[in-house]
């Protein structure tokens, strides 16, 4: 079973800058910066709604929620059961390929 | 802007974009081609969960542009147009998010000969801003109609408080979100308060205690 200290190895893939593991009741699990706690809420909130998606979309779960930002510093958002991970993409590197990174670590814990 | 042509152009412009429509808060999902992979109120839910996302990020982050959910077989993309309306497309993932942001990009800045130069609104009016009971520089920063005086206010936190016991610490979110919503549909006043709170109590996903915070606000129920 994976736990938190396995998540902490998130901040050394590349092209992730910051990332939190946030339980479904908001709480913050495992962080990398600071300021983590006043991004909980959005990522749970958001995950929730992603979670949703799949009442309208024939059963889809969805793998990834990703909003775009000028900076490039996109946001990433994934379902992890009762938590959700969300992470904040260094703005040089590929999202598409820091998405397919990620879930490559996560199939990787299971 | 007629974006029912543009959204037209864009699907047309790319074989792996398999469907899309237009969502604006007054008129609901127009514009719809995306028959082929769900229906009209699947659709305007997806909208409306959207544009929460949206105002959830937007509080946060001042510099946020398109929307992209990633399933298995489909990605579906969101941006937002002027006036609080969307454009929704439904892509293959083989297809490059850079290559779908060029092209709506392109044709979104693409005016026909037809369309008038001048800054107006085609499809709908602009939402009506809801009028506070008392605008004061506090209650202008908090967004709310109500005035920090007001018998409401305690009712109010308790509603919030009660909320966070069964959600967490996204109640605080969830509740503002809502709160706003109230304010603009309904006059903030306590007979108007069960609304607020059967909209919350649908948050709570356990049956139980849904039913045991619908039975603690009770006594806010029509009471000053």
């Known amino acids: ?110 | 802007m007629n974006y029912e042509a543009k959204l037209s152009d864009i699907i047309a412009s790319l074989p792996e974009i398999q469907g899309g429509f237009l969502f604006a808060p007054e008129r609901g999902v127009y514009g719809n081609q995306a028959t082929g992979i769900t229906n009209v109120d699947d659709l305007l839910q997806v909208a409306l969960k959207f544009s929460k996302i949206f105002s959830q990020f937007s509080v946060h982050f001042h510099d946020t542009g398109n929307f992209r959910v990633t399933f298995k077989d489909l990605v579906l993309f969101a941006t937002v147009l002027e006036q609080g309306q969307w454009l929704f497309l439904f892509y293959r993932p083989s297809l490059s998010p850079s290559m779908v942001n060029m092209t709506v990009q392109l044709a979104l800045n693409i005016q026909s000969d037809d369309e008038e130069e001048k800054d107006i609104l085609e499809i709908t009016p602009p939402l009506a801003e809801p009028t506070p009971t008392s605008i004061t520089p506090e209650n202008k920063a908090r967004n709310t109609g109500i005035a920090p005086e007001s018998k409401l206010n305690g009712p109010l936190n308790t509603l919030k408080n009660e909320l966070s016991k069964y959600i967490g610490p996204v109640a605080e979110l969830i509740f503002e979100d809502f709160r706003e919503e109230w304010e603009t549909k309904f006059s903030p006043t306590p007979e108007n308060l069960p609304e607020l709170i059967r909209v919350l109590a649908e948050e709570i996903d356990n049956a139980n205690d849904r039913k045991t915070f619908k039975k603690a606000m009770e006594t806010f129920s029509g009471k000053e």
């Not at chain 1, 050394?12 to 908001?26: A, H, T």
């Not at chain 1, 910066?33 to 749970?44: T, W, Y």
């Not at chain 1, 992890?80 to 814990?109: C, W």
């Open chain 1, 1 to 110: 079973m994976a736990t938190a200290k396995d998540f902490s190895r998130l901040g050394s893939i590349e092209g992730v800058g910051q990332f939190l593991l946030v339980r479904n009741d908001g709480h913050v699990v495992s962080e990398n910066f600071a300021d983590a706690v006043s991004l909980s809420s959005i990522v749970v909130s958001s995950g929730k709604y992603c979670d949703s998606f799949a009442e309208n979309l024939g059963g889809r779960r969805y793998l990834h929620l990703c909003v775009e930002r000028m900076s490039g510093e996109n946001i990433l958002v994934f379902s992890l059961g009762r938590y959700y991970l969300g992470i904040i993409k260094h703005p040089d590197s590929d999202p598409q390929v820091l998405a397919g990174s990620i879930l490559t670590f996560l199939k990787g814990l299971s």
